[in-house]
């Protein structure tokens, strides 16, 4: 009796001590953050985004215009396909050492920017890295994540990937808040980010491969149409309640023609033909325009997708009509070369560039590049390409180096080459040392001789930026919008100064790397790593920058998904070993996710 009237004695000063305690450490001070893995951080602090009983649920439904027979893929045996990758010689000591080196610090700017994203933006699309808040710009879903997974996997980032895993459980592909949603940009960060990390892990996770269906069963949807192209801006509440949809008038060519790869591998994976049989409908439609529009070879930036009409006079390689082109070696590549509708087309494509698009620019220490430029055919049947160059289309020197093995065009590998050393160029003329998203620049009169010039570029700046003016002093005038533009020698306009983090040169470098073998091309790639990463990181993560012109230049409250997905994977994998993501072994889709090639080789 003594013994439990003092238990019971001690108890209640016992129960308040432990009360105050609770009270007192229950929120954390600044600082004393629990560990960075601690799984109960995430329950904590990273709820799922709220979910309502009233929203939108997409759901299989009777389709509107079924498909009577679906295209098959193709199912002989792979064809052989000429070696994409340099057959690299054992590196010396010294040369892994200053290789991996690189590579660390490579991995510790995405390490910095995932840490970032997983604290303040977990389960949402992308983090703003100057106000550790959050975006939504791709209907909801995760981006940043999902985009990023087989990045985690290349970095051996297995913890993290394990967490990642476990996250994408709980995302939910059948509904969002967004009115519409990109097909193009979620078929190519979504799907494409699930599958690649499906393929680089050889299907150890169905997970992935269960979500990539899900998503895509979805906005399969999209394409059920009165002609099976989809509508690409897709009202997808609509096709939920059993509306109908049509295809737009107004269709960006890259958005229509960049779906393949992503499409293609899902039925390789499936055996449901239902998904290449979308893609190819479109392929065939572009197939049969190639040759029919105002420059034969090529598409027009803007097609009437319903209508299947190619009217537009605009034709370039650069943004919204990009990776079209990219995808005609790619997909050819993916379907073990079973046909030769993206040879041909790709060889009709390089034709009307080589001859309409390609420009050398006037340079003063008279280096040999190339650039493509832009063509508006309401002008003169031969007029010059505008001089136009953006940061979207320095995919090109990789796409054409691609090509140029895959269809055994090794004539081009040298406009290959200088497409890429132009990007590359475009870089290191600037004053922070980052290319910016538009320039324009002083063209050569002649491909083969182009030497210095600084009068005609005086005139080409004043044709440019100062039209219609009447000084008597021109050269004075324009040396003086030169030094206000901030014009370094051959530029003629920064017409946009921003760098959006984007990937498209380093994607070039690290594939011509990949393929010469030139050492050369990793020095250059380190060069840049090291002026964006010193312009770009934030205490979160990293964010675009409003000039590139300008070293102290204000950074910008936003970091898109392929940040961590392509332009850090691509800066990565240039310092890695040549094996790791072997460009014979998988094919990289526009947002650079790896997918598995058919095995033959040559």
């Excluded at 990273?46 to 939108?56: E, G, L």
């Excluded at 700046?461 to 003016?469: C, D």
Aim: glycine fraction near 4%; hydrophobic fraction near 40%.
């Amino acid at each position: 009796m003594v013994l439990g009237r003092r238990r019971y004695r001690y108890a209640l000063p016992t129960i308040f001590l432990i009360l105050i305690t609770f009270l007192l450490f229950s929120s954390l001070p600044p600082g004393a953050e629990p560990p960075f893995d601690d799984h109960s951080y995430y329950a904590e602090y990273h709820p799922q985004p709220p979910q309502s009983d009233n929203r939108i649920h997409w759901t299989k439904h009777t389709e509107r215009y079924p498909v009577s027979s679906f295209i098959p893929l193709p199912t002989p045996a792979p064809s052989a396909i000429p070696r994409v990758q340099y057959d690299f010689a054992k590196e010396s000591w010294f040369g892994r050492r200053k290789r991996v080196n690189r590579q660390k610090a490579v991995k510790e700017a995405f390490t910095h920017a995932w840490k970032g994203y997983k604290q303040h933006a977990w389960l949402r699309d992308e983090l703003s890295p100057l106000s550790a808040r959050y975006r939504t710009t791709f209907a909801g879903w995760a981006a940043t994540l999902v985009d990023a997974l087989d990045t985690l996997v290349i970095m051996g980032m297995e913890d993290e990937f394990k967490d990642a895993l476990h996250a994408i459980e709980s995302i939910d592909f059948t509904t969002t808040d967004a009115i519409q949603i990109n097909v193009f940009e979620t078929t190519i960060r979504y799907v494409g980010g699930l599958l690649g990390a499906y393929d680089l892990t050889d299907g150890k996770h169905p997970i992935l491969l269960k979500k990539a269906v899900e998503l895509a069963d979805m906005i399969y949807d999209a394409f059920d149409t009165s002609n099976r192209m989809p509508q690409s801006r897709w009202q997808w509440s609509r096709s939920a309640r059993g509306l109908s949809i049509q295809p737009s008038k107004q269709t960006i060519l890259a958005e229509l023609g960049s779906l393949n790869l992503e499409f293609t591998r899902l039925s390789q994976l499936t055996h449901d033909p239902k998904y290449f049989d979308a893609v190819q409908r479109i392929t065939d439609i572009l197939d049969d325009a190639q040759n029919k529009t105002k420059i034969p070879g090529l598409w027009p930036m803007m097609v009437n997708a319903q209508d299947l009409e190619f009217t537009d006079p605009r034709f370039t390689v650069g943004g919204m009509a990009d990776s079209t082109y990219e995808y005609l070696p790619k997909e050819h590549m993916l379907l073990g070369a079973q046909t030769n509708q993206y040879r041909k087309m790709y060889a009709a494509a390089m034709e009307a560039i080589k001859k309409r698009l390609l420009f050398r620019p006037m340079t003063k220490d008279g280096e040999d590049l190339l650039f493509a430029g832009n063509i508006h055919t309401s002008l003169a049947s031969n007029s010059p390409p505008e001089p136009q160059w953006e940061h979207l289309k320095c995919f090109f020197g990789g796409t054409v180096g691609i090509g140029a093995k895959v269809f055994n065009r090794p004539e081009e590998l040298s406009i290959a080459r200088k497409l890429t050393d132009g990007c590359i160029w475009a870089y290191d003329v600037m004053p922070t040392g980052v290319m910016p998203e538009i320039m324009h620049l002083s063209p050569c009169l002649s491909m083969d001789n182009c030497e210095w010039d600084e009068q005609k570029w005086y005139q080409d700046v004043r044709r440019r930026l100062a039209k219609g003016s009447k000084a008597k002093d021109t050269v004075q005038e324009a040396k003086t919008i030169i030094k206000e533009s901030g014009l370094q020698p051959g530029l003629t306009e920064i017409s946009d100064p921003r760098y959006l983090l984007r990937p498209e040169a380093i994607e070039s470098v690290f594939i011509m790397y990949r393929i010469t073998g030139d050492k050369k091309l990793q020095d250059d790639a380190w060069r840049m790593f090291q002026s964006i990463d010193k312009m770009t990181r934030t205490k979160y993560a990293h964010a675009a920058i409003e000039d590139v012109r300008d070293l102290k230049a204000n950074q910008l409250d936003y970091m898109e998904s392929f940040w961590l997905a392509e332009t850090l994977k691509y800066f990565y994998l240039v310092f890695s070993e040549p094996d790791l993501v072997n460009l014979d072994d998988y094919v990289l889709n526009t947002e650079a996710h790896p997918f598995k090639r058919p095995s033959a080789r040559t």
